[in-house]
Structure formats: C-alpha cells, structure tokens
C-alpha cells in the first residue's frame, strides 16, 4: 500500500494563505504581468499544492525509509524548520511537536520569528516579512538554488523511492546531483558557444546534449497535469519543481500566454554570446543602445548578451515601435512642441427637453491623487452655461458641484430636463452620440500637467485617421451572461470599442507584426516564439487603448478594460498616445514583458502547453500522468471565452498566421467550454448548468483514467453549492475525496472604491477509488462521526480553528462516503452529497463541543461560533444542532438570549445581546460560563474595575488555567473583528493584572472606579 501524501494529511495553510495574498500585489516580473488572464490562482498556493501533492507524509507507516532519510537529513538538523515552539495563530500555548511532517510543513511556509511574535502579541506584520525567508512558497525564493533544489531533491527521492523501494536515500541523492550537473553542464557549453545562432556541428551536438540531460533528469521526475491551464500558473510551478509539466486550455488567448509565461522564457531566455562584428551586423545602432541600457559586458572581440530572448523581444518591438510611430505621427496633436500623453475625451448627447448638446459626467474628478491632498493638485472638472452655451472648465481643489449623469440619466444644464437612461441608449445605439476632448494629459518628469481644452474647438480626428472597412474588427460580441456588458449601449462588434485614431494605430502595430518576420536569427519556432511577445505586446496596448477604458483619478493611469470580469459602460475615457513617456505606454507595456522573460528564463525546464478541450482520453495513456494538479471554472462566474475574444480578434490579425490551427476558428470556442452561460445553451438556465456540471464530471472522468496517483483540485468558490457540485463530478468520476483544505486570497481590488476583499477557495485531494458496494446509512453516519471526530482532534492541535477546520473535516467526510457505489437510506433512498455534507457538518459540530470544556450553553455558544461565525444562518439549522449528542433544548437557546432570531434568521448573540437588561446574569458561580464572560466583557467595555474584579473573584476565575480564562482565550481566536473582540482582547492583554488584584479584592468596596490598564483598550469605548 501507497502512504498517503502530505496534502491528504497537512498543510500550513495559514502561511500559505498569508503569502498568496501577497502574491497579488508582486508586480515586477510576476507572471500575472504578462498578459491578463482572469481568475489566477496565486503562485505560492500552487506551488505549495504541487510540492505537497508529491511528497508522502513521512509519519506514514507506509512512508518509503529513504523519503524518511531525505526529510532527516535535508531538513531535521536545519534550525529555520523546527517547528512553532508555540503555534502563533491561536490563543492557547500550544507547542508542536518537532517531527519530520511538521518539518516539512515548515519547509512549505512558516511565519518569519518576527510575525511570530507579532502574531501572538497581536501587532501587524508588514506582508513581505510575514512569512520566513527560507519557506518554499516566498515569493523571493522561486529562483533560490538552494530552496528549489531541496524541494526538487525531495520530490525526487518521493517519486523514485516509490518506484524502486530497495533504493537508499544516499543513492538516490547522487543520482539527483548527478543529473542536475549534467544540466548545468551542458548549458554552460551550448550557452558559452560564441554566435550559437549560427548551425554547426558544435551547436547541434550541445543543443542534443542539453536536451538529453533535462529529459534524463526529468524522466525520474513525476509528469503533473493541468487541464485548465489558464494563465500557467500551475504549469510554470510544476516545472519549477522540476517535474515534467503539461497544460491544456480549450482557450487560444490563454495557450498564447502559456507558451509566453511558461514554454519560451524557460526554453530561450538564455545566455549568448556574438563576436562584435556579427552583433553589429544584426543589431546595429539600436542593438547597441539597448545594450547600453541594459549593462551588458562587453570586451573586445565579444559581445554578451545575458538574456537573449529579452534581447530580441526588446529589439524587435523598439524597431516596429519605431516604424508605426513613424507611420501615425501626422494622427497626434503636437502643443508647444509637445504631445500630449493622455487626451481626455467626453461624449455627449442631445437633451431629450431642449435638444442641446449635453455632457455626460458621471463624476468630476480629473486627478485626486491619494499621496497629495494639496488643493493646488487636485483637478476637477465643472460645467456651467454662460450666455446660452456650456463651459467646460478644469478647476483646482475639490469640488462640490454633481456630475450631471445620476445611473444613466442625463440632467441637461441648460434646462434642468431629464434625458433618461432607455434615451440615452437608444443615442447610443443610433449613433447620434458625440465626443470630443475637454482635457489633454502631458508627461513631465517632475509630474502629470493636466490642461483644459475646448470641446467646441474640436473639428473631429483628421482624415488620415480613418481605417480601411475590411481591417477594422468585425466580429461579434457576444452577450456576457456572467454580468455587465455594453451591447445594450451599441457596442456590437470589437472594431467599436476603439476611436478611429486608436485603431489606425493597432491596426498598424497589428500589420508590422503580421508582415515582417523579426530580423533577428534564429530558428523559426524561436522567430515565432518573439512574434508571440510581440503580439502580447499589441494586446496589453489595445486593452488600454479603447474608447471604454478608465483613468484612474487617485494614481493618474490609463486603466485597462477589464477592471471587472466584463466590459463596463463609460462615457468619458482616456485616450493614451502609445508612443509617450506615460508609464501605460508601448514602451512601458514593453517593460512588462521584458520584466518577466527575465524573472523566469532561469530555469532549464519548460511546460508542454496544448490547446483543445479536456477531456479526451486519448491525450495521455492509462496512467501516464503521475498527478493531476488544476484549477477549474465555476458555473457562469467568469465567461472566459466570451471576454477574452477582445484579444483573440488581435491575437489572430497579428500572429494567426503563426499558429494557424489555434486560430482556425472565428472567434474563441465556445460549445465545449466548461461553464455555464445560458446564452451558451438555448437561453436555457437548467441547460447550461446541466452542460457545466457534465461537462467538469466528463473531463474528471478522463484524468481519472490517465492519472496514476492523485488529483488535487482547487477550487475558487466554498459555498455549498460549490461543494455539492465539485464532490458529484468527484465522485461519479469514480474517484474520491482524500482530503481538503481552504486557502485564503486576496483579490480584485474595485478600482473605483479601492477596496481589497478576500476570497477563500479550497483545495481538496482526490484518488481513482474503488467503489465497494451498498453501505447502510447508519453505518456510514457513524464511521463519518469516528473519522470526524478524529480528524477534528488531530488539527486543532495544529491550530485549525472555525470555518478552517470545517472545511478541512468536509474531505474526511467525503472520503468515508466515498467509499460506496451508493449509500441507502432506511427508506430505500439514495444518500445525496448534500446530505453527506450536512452529516459533515454536525459530525464536525459533534466532535467541536465535545472538546469544549464547560456546561453545555457554553459549549453550544462555541460550538456555533466555530460552525457559523456570528453571521445569519437559516431558522433550522439551530433544531438541527441541538440535536447532535446535547441535552440542549432549542427553545431554551431562544429564551437565554444565545442565538438571536430575526425573521427567518438567526445570529449568536453579542455580549450585550446575551445578557440584554439583566444585571445580574453572569456574576454567579453557578451560572454558566458563557454568561460569565460575557459579563466580564461588558464590565471591561464599559470600564466598570469594581465589578469586574468582583466577578473574577467570585466565578473563581483567578487562575491562569480556569475554564473562563480558557474560555476567553478559545473566543479570542474565534471572534470576528468588533466590539466583542476588543474586549477579549483587552481582558487576554491585562490578564496578569486581573488575575493578581482580583485575588486581592475587597467584595465591601462599594464604590465603582474606572478601569485603569495602563493601556488604550478601552479607550475605544468611551
Ligand atoms: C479558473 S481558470 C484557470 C486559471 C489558472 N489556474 C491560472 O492560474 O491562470 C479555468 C480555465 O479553464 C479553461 N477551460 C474552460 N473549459 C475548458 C475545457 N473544456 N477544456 C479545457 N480548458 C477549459 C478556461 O479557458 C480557463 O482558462
């Protein structure tokens, strides 16, 4: 028997959550940077969830000795992975115990011993130093030869261990080195050879050696699979980690940014060097001055280039900068010797009252920067009617003046009339919609300069900015039944989100790119693999170069489209000039690319990216693939397809030649896409979800038959929904559920509120099962609450706590579940997953109240909290809880004030909820020790030392380890942020004090004082 991997056991999802949330504001070099794809999953989950998909865990009696030997001696002696000497997220002391699985956990990630202490003192760590600078899963670290090594030597000893058991660690550790060498090797000869580009015999013998050297080293490796590949995320961790990585997407625009993010860095961003004359004779005077900038060495007779794709890239897109540029200088306005950067045009309509010719301001602000609040610096904008014609003006400092458009409809400012929203639409959809200027945005190094422009001096965009009808983007839109979308507004087809101006330019770009091979050497698939940046370069400009796109009033930048995940209605825009110094700008767009070829050409192994439907079983043999590792749709949450057509329509002008089986087809496919989008499926709601959740079970049904170990999902949504469907396509694809985990993220950030919110998705691991039977649902129920009860058991003592361990619980549930090919009811029924997860979630219930300590209020009040936080939960989950294995009543909860009903809900109830009017409820021995704390809590809120000592001396809370000073340490790592919280947080903070002078109260005293801490806790309640 196999041991079970470490994902199935543990993982340090705290850390793992801390750092991907970081994740999402690496910009430089990050691959997110590349090209926008929606819905990534963050680098440091993937990798995180790949290593641990791999490795066993090694307390497994299972657990090959030599994995065991490679834990021992590449991380037991190591002094950054001993484990917590106290875990630093929860309340408690709780130590953990130095073993080889929570070594190598602390080799995943661990919290840095500054946020440690931070951690348990209650201060806030900065993101970049919350997570150790030895953990896997730092950003910092993906290039860091030692870390990378020691988790691809790990991985090694894992996957060849299991194949060949009678190998010693020793062994298997000469081999891993003995590959890896030859790798570096034979790049340092094929890469030393000075101009490589040139076929010789030399070359083709260092290129074959190489070759051989990565695919000996890989073909110990384990083959890990993505079959929604998406952006590559997953893909480029798998080859990080040394493993032989394979993606697939149905999606064109998603296989074109794979093969940039994680086939072409890895394959061709390498070392070369060119004797001066041929660098000369290649590059010239361009090639010398990127050389310059870019401090590359230089000595006599050769030239070395570090990175060579970088090079070429940059090359070849400064020549076609340079020659559109060249081609559209008579299109861009030039004012006092100077181009504009931005133009800040405003579109009008007609006043459905007086007819005039009104503005459409949905808000004012030019520039309100969030660093400068100098009234000098803030822009704005104001409109008003001076002798019968409007003024548009640009004023300084804030404004109190309305914009005039109010959710689409228009207040005219010459007669006060209405135009409302169906009118505007219907201008919109006839054309009779104007545009013109009001500001241009000019560039200087020591700042933006923001300047008003007359929209009456506006005689339209010059002749030479008009496009030939045949080039224009015509193809369609499609509705976007994932949320707002403009084809309501008459934006029917791609060419109409673009001025003219705007698409003479990309369609320039689009020419160039198209016409002109890169005068670079190289093989073809190398020529291709530049033309593909190049067109990565030409979407980044035209997804900020539409007539939709926003400015960004508190940064001053152009923002792309797709602030959203759809295309949203705005009726002024900001038009760049791509030849400017702005950073949104082709040379800035440029940046980006060269950024990431940079950050990830280090490593020698690249993914295999494939582009069709998933699912088909002939794609891989029976078993060829050791791990499926993926990330899939959900429901209608994102119309992939439909938004990334946007890009398609450019990809395909500029490189379809290139790739023409990726863009054999009008537009992006969509029948076999694995969402759904009623507007995909006859209108039809049922249908689509009905395709979705085929169509998910289908490409499961598949990887089960292909992948000969695991399959860990991550999945983006944790509703029960979400739970449900993920575990049926599970389930009927003959596999089951070995464990799950939630991981926190943080995403999109609205640009217009500034808000970052966070997203919890989760992440379970699955087997090919074997289904043994019928089971009896009593049964089944009861090894469901043993296995439960265990599990919940073993990871709160790793520090899961609330929602976390719930969701953690759910795959144990499932696993036992999953064992049969149908589950019966005493009635005949069939047992549902909805069903199962109910059970879940009582059994998890069951096993939380039974480990708290305490009368039965009080561990119900824990119990819930635990369950359901304090948000509203539906009226009978409360019967169904007090039924699980508690002599509680639930009316009794009612009339004690514990849950709160309102309408059809209910909530826990705060501190002062609970103990409402009374006075006295708490302050008695007998009374429960809910009732007791939260008594305590009000007094601390409210300052009242007297009593509160009192009660403390009284409720026999003077001792550290009384079941109320345990109880508030439980609600500490419970409670959300509030009231409630501070005061528990106040009480934990002075508990010494608290402790000490209520052993020393005088119960006579009557007189009532105000708390004095010696700190500000409470001085929020004032
Ligand atoms: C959640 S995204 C994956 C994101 C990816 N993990 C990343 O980090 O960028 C899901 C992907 O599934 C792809 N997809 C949808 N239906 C598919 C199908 N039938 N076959 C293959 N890929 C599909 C979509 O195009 C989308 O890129």
């Not at 970088?310 to 030039?334: G, N, W």
């Not at 026999?956 to 508030?968: I, N, T």
Request: proline share 4%; with cysteine.
């Amino acid at each position: 028997m196999k041991a079970k991997k470490l994902i199935e056991v543990a993982m340090p999802i705290k850390e793992i959550s801390a750092e991907s949330q970081r994740d999402k504001s690496i910009r430089r070099g990050h691959i997110s940077t590349l090209h926008l794809w929606w819905a990534r999953r963050p680098l440091p989950a993937c990798r995180a969830v790949i290593f641990s998909s791999l490795v066993p865990d090694p307390l497994d009696e299972n657990c090959p000795k030599a994995f065991k030997d490679a834990v021992n001696e590449l991380l037991m002696h190591l002094p950054q992975y001993k484990p917590y000497k106290d875990i630093p997220y929860t309340a408690a002391f709780d130590p953990m115990e130095d073993n080889q699985r929570h070594r190598l956990m602390m080799f995943i990630g661990k919290f840095s011993d500054k946020c440690q202490h931070n951690m348990l003192h209650g201060i806030t760590t900065p993101p970049a130093e919350q997570i150790d600078d030895s953990s896997l899963v730092k950003w910092e670290n993906k290039d860091n030869k030692e870390i990378i090594d020691r988790a691809q030597k790990l991985i090694w000893v894992a996957y060849n261990s299991e194949k060949r058991p009678e190998k010693e660690f020793e062994q298997l550790s000469i081999e891993f080195e003995d590959a890896k060498r030859k790798i570096e090797e034979c790049e340092e000869i094929l890469y030393s050879i000075p101009n490589r580009h040139q076929d010789s015999i030399t070359v083709k013998e260092a290129k074959d050696a190489l070759k051989a050297a990565i695919s000996s080293f890989q073909s110990n490796m384990p083959m890990v699979f993505d079959p929604f590949a998406g952006g590559g995320a997953i893909p480029l961790e798998a080859a990080r980690l040394g493993c032989r990585s394979y993606g697939n997407d149905i999606n064109p625009v998603a296989h074109i940014i794979e093969k940039g993010s994680v086939e072409y860095p890895q394959k061709y961003g390498k070392k070369a060097i060119l004797e001066r004359n041929e660098f000369d004779s290649i590059y010239g005077e361009l090639g010398w001055s990127i050389l310059a900038e870019g401090a590359l060495s230089l000595d006599q007779k050769y030239v070395t280039i570090d990175n060579l794709l970088a090079f070429d890239v940059e090359y070849c897109a400064k020549r076609i900068i340079q020659d559109v540029e060249f081609e559209t200088r008579t299109l861009y306005d030039i004012q006092d010797g100077k181009r504009p950067s931005v133009y800040y045009w405003m579109r009008f309509c007609q006043c459905d009252n007086c007819r005039k010719q009104i503005p459409l301001f949905r808000q004012l602000y030019l520039s309100k920067p969030r660093s400068n609040k100098n009234q000098q610096r803030i822009k704005h904008f104001e409109y008003h009617v001076v002798n019968g014609e409007l003024v548009i003006s640009l004023e300084n400092g804030d404004t109190k003046m309305s914009a005039n458009v109010n959710r689409g409809n228009v207040s005219c400012p010459y007669c006060g009339g209405i135009t409302d929203i169906e009118s505007l639409k219907k201008q919109f959809n006839n054309k009779k919609i104007t545009e013109a200027p009001i500001a241009y945005i000019y560039d200087n190094p020591d700042g933006k300069v923001f300047k008003q422009v007359d929209y009456r001096e506006f005689s339209g965009l010059s002749e030479l900015a008009k496009v030939e009808e045949e080039s224009i983007p015509h193809e369609k839109l499609s509705p976007n039944s994932a949320g707002g979308d403009v084809l309501g507004w008459g934006f029917l087809r791609w060419g109409q989100l673009f001025n003219p101006r705007q698409l003479r330019v990309l369609l320039c770009f689009a020419e160039h790119i198209h016409n002109s091979l890169p005068s670079v050497p190289g093989d073809d698939e190398y020529r291709k693999s530049i033309k593909t940046y190049l067109a990565i370069l030409l979407d980044r400009l035209a997804v900020r170069m539409t007539s939709l796109g926003k400015w960004h009033y508190l940064q001053d930048t152009v923002e792309h489209l797709y602030g959203r995940q759809a295309i949203q209605m705005n009726y002024d825009y900001p038009e760049l000039d791509p030849f400017s110094t702005i950073s949104s700008s082709a040379i800035g767009q440029l940046d980006s690319i060269i950024n990431y070829i940079l950050e990830e050409s280090r490593s020698p192994f690249y993914s295999t990216v494939n582009n069709c439907s998933s699912g088909d079983k002939s794609l891989f043999a029976e078993n060829e693939v050791y791990a499926t590792i993926t990330d899939p749709p959900y429901y209608d949450a994102i119309a992939y397809a439909d938004i990334s057509d946007f890009f398609y329509v450019w990809l395909k002008r500029a490189i379809g030649a290139d790739y023409p089986i990726v863009f054999s087809t009008p537009q992006t496919p969509k029948v076999e896409e694995c969402t759904a989008l009623k507007h995909h499926h006859n209108n039809s709601e049922v249908e689509a979800r009905k395709h979705f959740e085929d169509k998910l079970t289908q490409i499961f049904d598949a990887i089960e038959v292909q992948t000969s170990d695991i399959v860990s999902i991550m999945f983006a949504h944790q509703s029960t929904e979400a739970w449900t469907t993920l575990c049926n396509s599970i389930l009927k694809a003959r596999m089951n559920i070995t464990g799950s985990w939630p991981f926190d993220t943080e995403v999109s950030v609205a640009l217009k509120a500034d808000k970052g919110y966070l997203e919890s998705s989760v992440t379970v691991s699955c087997r090919p099962s074997e289904r043994i039977g019928y089971g009896d649902y009593k049964e089944v129920k009861s090894a469901i609450s043993r296995k439960v009860r265990d599990e919940v058991e073993s990871l709160y003592s790793l520090g899961f706590r609330g929602a976390d361990l719930l969701t953690a619980c759910f795959g144990q549930a499932v696993s036992e579940f999953g064992k049969y090919k149908f589950v019966e009811k005493a009635d005949g029924s069939e047992v549902q997953v909805s069903d199962l997860l109910e059970m879940a979630r009582l059994s998890a219930f069951n096993a939380l109240v039974q480990g708290v300590q305490g009368d039965d209020f009080t561990r119900f009040y824990i119990g819930w909290l635990q369950m359901n936080g304090m948000g509203e939960t539906d009226f009978d989950d409360a019967t169904k809880f007090t039924r699980v294995g508690m002599p509680v009543d639930v009316s009794e909860i009612f009339s004690r004030r514990l849950l709160i009903r309102e309408g059809k809900k209910q909530h826990l109830a705060t501190a002062s909820e609970h103990l409402g009017n009374s006075t006295s409820l708490g302050t008695h021995i007998d009374d429960s020790l809910i009732d007791q704390v939260h008594r305590a809590m009000l007094a601390y809120e409210k300052g009242d030392r007297h009593i509160l000592l009192t009660l403390l001396h009284n409720v026999g809370a003077d001792d550290q380890s009384s079941p109320f000073w345990r109880l508030v340490a439980s609600l500490r790592e419970l409670l959300p942020d509030g009231k409630d919280l501070k005061s528990i947080e106040g009480l934990l903070g002075n508990s010494d004090n608290l402790r000490q002078e209520s052993r020393e109260v005088d119960q006579h005293q009557p007189e009532q004082m105000t708390l004095d801490f010696g700190n500000d806790f409470n001085s929020d309640f004032k």
